[in-house]
């Protein structure tokens, strides 16, 4: 599991730590020893804090009492008839705490002699001043940073205690906001986990349609994790989505090692990380730029397969009208300025299009090293950052047909693009977008297509958890020709009209699919077409389209409607929101299946249903042979 620091990350060459040195035996060994630790303290921290502090102030109030009831009982009275009188501790108490806390019912339940009176003097401003200090010290105990925290962490710990299945997000920047709206979006509950207190007034996540509790600590160490609730039977899953493959590393060794059979999906931005990952069976670990290089490669193959991409994939309050129209694409020369981490994994893209491509690197000694590794495309590289219109007119932009800015430098990208759009305006712009807070920078730079390393991350991880069989059904479709993916595109218009696709799936099996399970139990072929059929008038169908049916992993694109379902099928459907909701009536209800089935429709309550069959039984006794 153990690789060496890669020595292309510029953005983390700056720590001061070697991530790769962490160890599961390291994380298992802080993990016990905070276990050790928690379990011997006896009081929360909440609790500890309050006695604490409030220690002193309880002491005197407790004494002033004391010593104001104890003169009241001792000092002798007169009552009404003029006989000595001493008052009971009951009756001392009851006249202390009415003085004490200003209300004055009077002198009960006989008037007090003046000894009396002197000593409820002592007895007001004994208990004002006792107050008066147990207040100040509640108002500064209430108030303390600390005391905050600790009771936002043990109200934290109530509600993850009192979830049911929920998934686990660490880190709230651009692509965890992204995951958790789309997860709330579909009734999951999510957990949050981010250490800086501004990402919650940056992205306003107590607008969301579920309320996502959150945790202001660091995700890196393994007891905000179990605090987060990563250990219990109802986490589905955990999301390392911060901005450090260093954390997300971490995260994801330690939710394997504290709750191993669940989901892991993380984050990587440099492959040595994500190798390391990948060691220890991490479920998914998403690339940002080899992800845009795959999305790349659907444009280059396809205009209208980046199309479905984008409508599939995209953020899902969009409308289709909201998204771009199908990219053009000439064929022809590629410059590509900056042969970073970026530059490195789009120009493998581009060589496996085969297409002409130079590149402009303003690091003398890296254009030294692709000589050597390519020497067949010696040329093809020049030294120069492309931000000039000389390093430009060198690299030939008049003849290029697109010009991607690929440096780490969102200052570098713009100049890039308004100085090629200016000597060749027909050209097409692919833009790298390093900064969240440059996106209008960016918008308003007319690039024809925008790389946003979180935003790409975003999707990839809805789909992963959202709808597994999205990212198979993109990979076979890549394969398919112009054609197919334009039919395709015009079958989710039918289907979706302006509304951008939903997408969901479908599994068949007794908890998602009940009354097809007992359907296939009395022998009936259920096909697809059943659940393409509206449960409220069987003559029309849904607003949906299957994409893809998966089974024994075998995996068939738009499957034929006559398709038999078996136990086990996955089936990843696009449509309306309202046709998945109709599908679920088909799914579970007994009486909605039989009736896009033809099928007479059978009572669903054991009373109901032993009548009906006695009932069938006596008709057919009675009929005429």
Not at 61 to 84: C, F, K, Q, R, T
Not at 348 to 360: F, V
Not at 399 to 410: C, L, N, P, Q
Request: hydrophobic share 40%; net charge negative.
């Amino acid at each position: 599991m153990h690789t060496d620091k890669p020595e292309s990350a510029k953005r983390h060459d700056d720590l001061s730590d070697d991530p790769m040195n962490t160890t599961s035996d390291d994380l298992q060994s802080s993990t016990d020893k905070t276990e050790s630790f928690s379990s011997e303290e006896p009081f929360t921290p909440q609790t500890a804090m309050i006695m604490r502090r409030m220690r002193t102030p309880l002491l005197i109030l407790i004494s002033v009492y004391a010593i104001a009831v104890l003169g009241m009982v001792l000092i002798p009275g007169i009552d009404d008839h003029g006989n000595p009188w001493n008052m009971t501790f009951f009756h001392a108490f009851y006249l202390v705490s009415y003085t004490a806390t200003t209300i004055g019912f009077g002198e009960i339940p006989y008037a007090l002699t003046d000894a009396q009176r002197m000593w409820v003097l002592c007895t007001i401003y004994m208990t004002v001043i006792a107050w008066f200090y147990a207040i100040g010290s509640i108002l500064a105990l209430v108030q303390d940073p600390v005391y905050q925290q600790t009771r936002k962490r043990e109200r934290f710990k109530k509600e993850v205690a009192g979830m049911s299945d929920f998934y686990l997000v660490c880190g709230l920047g651009e692509t965890g906001f992204e995951i958790v709206k789309a997860l709330s979006r579909e009734h999951y509950r999510a957990i949050v986990i981010e250490e800086d207190e501004s990402k919650l007034l940056e992205h306003n996540i107590h607008s969301l349609a579920e309320h996502v509790p959150v945790l202001i600590a660091d995700a890196a160490i393994p007891k905000n994790l179990k605090m987060a609730g990563i250990a219990d039977d109802h986490c589905k899953g955990v999301i390392a989505a911060t901005a450090s493959d260093e954390i997300n590393l971490k995260i994801a060794i330690s939710s394997k090692l504290l709750h191993p059979d669940g989901m892991v999906v993380c984050r990587s931005d440099i492959q040595s990380y994500e190798e390391n990952m990948l060691s220890f069976k991490t479920d998914h670990v998403i690339n940002p730029y080899r992800t845009f290089a795959t999305i790349f490669s659907m444009l280059l193959h396809s205009s209208s397969m980046y199309m479905i991409f984008n409508w599939l994939t995209g953020a899902p309050d969009c409308r289709l009208s909201e998204i771009e129209d199908p990219l053009k694409l000439n064929h022809g020369r590629w410059i590509l300025c900056g042969y970073g981490r970026f530059g490195k994994t789009v120009h493998q893209t581009l060589q496996k299009h085969q297409t002409r491509t130079t590149i402009l690197e303003a690091d003398p000694a890296i254009c030294e090293q692709f000589k050597e590794d390519h020497a067949g495309q010696a040329d093809n590289i020049i030294t120069g950052s492309g931000v000039d219109e000389t390093a430009l007119n060198n690299a030939e932009i008049e003849d290029a047909v697109g010009i991607i800015a690929g440096t780490d430098d969102d200052s570098n990208n713009l100049s890039i693009i308004m100085t090629a759009m200016q000597m060749n305006p027909d050209i097409f712009v692919v833009a790298r977008q390093n900064q969240r807070h440059n996106t209008e920078l960016f918008e308003r730079s007319k690039a024809d297509l925008v790389m946003q390393p979180r935003e790409i991350t975003a999707r990839i991880i809805r789909a992963q958890l959202l709808n597994a069989l999205l990212i198979p059904f993109l990979n076979k479709a890549s394969e398919r020709d112009t054609q197919w993916t334009n039919i395709t595109i015009t079958r989710l218009i039918a289907v979706a009209g302006e509304c951008k696709p939903h997408v969901w799936t479908t599994e068949i099996n007794q908890d998602i699919t009940p009354a097809i399970m007992r359907a296939m139990e009395l022998g009936r072929s259920i096909k697809l077409d059943c659940l393409l059929t509206d449960p409220a008038a069987k003559a029309s169908k849904l607003d949906c389209v299957a994409l893809l049916h998966e089974r024994d992993g075998e995996h068939q694109l738009l499957p034929d409607d006559d398709i038999e379902l078996q136990a086990g099928d996955k089936i990843l459907f696009c449509g309306k929101h309202d046709a998945k909701d109709a599908m679920q009536w088909i799914q579970q209800v007994m009486s909605s299946l039989n009736y896009v089935m033809s099928y007479e429709s059978e009572p669903e309550s054991f009373i109901w249903r032993r009548f009906f069959r006695k009932k069938k039984a006596g008709e057919r006794r009675n009929r005429p042979r």
